[in-house]
């Protein structure tokens, strides 16, 4: 099995946005409502931290399929929040390959470079 892991290029306009909120249940309005979001110390919606994040298990699952699904783990932390129309990356560098597992560094990063969400990814690659 490659360990190469092709990086996961999504927008997030507002429109994804609120279909994500009606999907999982949270309608907070930091990311559905434009007019209480301006007075919030953000400025505007900003985009669900598990919707990116969701970005970094699509990239994995593309690239290692059902391994991904039953030997994955993610370790990640949010360093900065995505606006509605970013641009994100979701990209993976190998980190160490042992014993039958490869560690990669991910993160998502919007069009500016900003990283939003930085972190690890381990899966079983071979038994």
Wanted: glycine share 8%.
């Amino acid at each position: 099995m490659s360990t190469e892991v092709a990086s996961v290029i999504r927008q997030l306009p507002q429109s994804r946005i609120n279909a994500y909120a009606d999907a999982s249940g949270d309608h907070n309005p930091i990311h559905i409502d434009p007019v209480f979001a301006a007075t919030t110390p953000f400025g505007g919606t900003i985009v669900h931290g598990m919707l990116v994040l969701a970005l970094i298990g699509e990239m994995m699952r593309a690239s290692f399929g059902e391994a991904w699904s039953t030997t994955g783990k993610l370790k990640a932390r949010f360093k900065a929040p995505t606006r509605p129309g970013d641009t994100v990356t979701a990209s993976a560098s190998l980190s160490r390959e042992k014993d039958g597992a490869a560690e990669y560094a991910v993160q998502c990063a919007t069009q500016t470079g900003e990283v939003v969400i930085e972190g690890r990814a381990t899966v079983v690659v071979s038994a």
